[in-house]
């Protein structure tokens, strides 16, 4: 029952997303939060604010790699996980 309504769920977002999409620019409409998850590498970074702006972005540049790095191994993770779980636990 739990997992018909996560996939009825996931259907509905999908539908959603596909009309706000089609009736409005998506850069436009998630501007601000593109604009905030990015900021907060820069305050990380930089949290007082007195780096010099080329060196404040070359870190953030940095976190964010180490963000998306990190987010590709708990992927990578999972899939082990799950395909270890359909073989039986095999490896």
Request: proline share 3%.
């Amino acid at each position: 029952m739990v997992l018909y309504q996560a996939r009825e769920m996931a259907l509905r977002g999908r539908i959603g997303a596909h009309q706000q999409h089609a009736l409005h620019d998506p850069h436009l409409t998630t501007a601000a939060a593109r604009r905030a998850f990015l900021d907060r590498f820069e305050r990380e970074a930089d949290p007082d604010g007195t780096l010099d702006p080329a060196e404040r972005a070359r870190r953030a540049r940095h976190l964010r790699a180490a963000y998306f790095t990190r987010l590709a191994l708990k992927s990578a993770q999972a899939r082990r996980r799950r395909a270890q779980r359909q073989n039986g636990g095999a490896s």
